[in-house]
């Protein structure tokens, strides 16, 4: 159950919710007493998964389809909430994807979306949806980066990595914020998890001949993210599964030799065109 005793319904809103991570996201929100706005391009499959919350647990959810890539689409989400007397104690910025291939061998405007994504959106759902939880004094955030944002970047897939070291600095900057207030806030580093990501890159072959001690699965990713920002002292870098707190402690002791394993196995789960 979630960590308020009144009977009023708590709400959380989880972006790119449809499958994958954010799917589970809502899964286990709702398990824990949650009501859900959930929040993707394809209205099917969050009405899916809303009638399996519903039955499963009598949980209540709000369906806003909205595509992150355009301009407005975050104010269009704080309006509907707004229009449906919404207020959000929970919001996990899960929506996102990566771009395959070189930074100059892709076109502008397929970074730019890319960028409104995983950048932009995260900045400004939060800067729409924090003030409330400021002025209640309590509220989480999660931001789901990714451990790729805590160890060097490679070739290909240029701006990802780059996109999720933005997130862990700017999740570090909001908890410092919203520390005094009751406001918790964290960034969910996953490493290679079992979802659709792969799929939409294109990068599937390569990456499946990964060893299996590398992958994780969604439902331990999402637990331990959600059991990191619930925490009384959250950890606001929250780094899923020992494999890879391990590489993100050897690259802190030794950046050229996590630069050089990096570079040397990128080949393995980059696509360069």
Known sequence: MNEHSDSQPVWALVTGASSGIGAEFARQ???????????????ER?????????????????????DLTEAGACQQIANEMAGRQLSVEFLVNN?????????????????EDFLRIMVNAVCELSWLLMPAM???????????????????????????GASKAFLVRFSEALAAEGAAYGVKVSALCPGFTYSEFHDVTGTRAQVSALPSFLWLQADEVVRYGLDSVLRKRPRVVAVPGRVYRLLVWLNGACPPLGRWLANRNSHRFRKLD
């Open 29 to 43: 929100l709702a398990a824990r007493g949650y009501q859900l706005v959930l929040v993707a391009r394809r209205r």
């Open 46 to 66: 969050l009405e899916a998964l809303a009638a399996d919350l519903a039955q499963e647990h009598g949980t209540e959810s709000h369906i806003i389809t909205a």
């Open 95 to 111: 929506a996102g994807y990566g771009v395959p291939g070189r930074l100059v061998t892709v076109d502008w405007a397929t970074h």
């Open 134 to 160: 400021l002025e209640q004094g309590r509220g989480h955030i999660i931001n789901v980066a990714s451990v790729a944002g805590l160890t060097p970047s490679t070739a290909g897939h240029t701006l990802y």
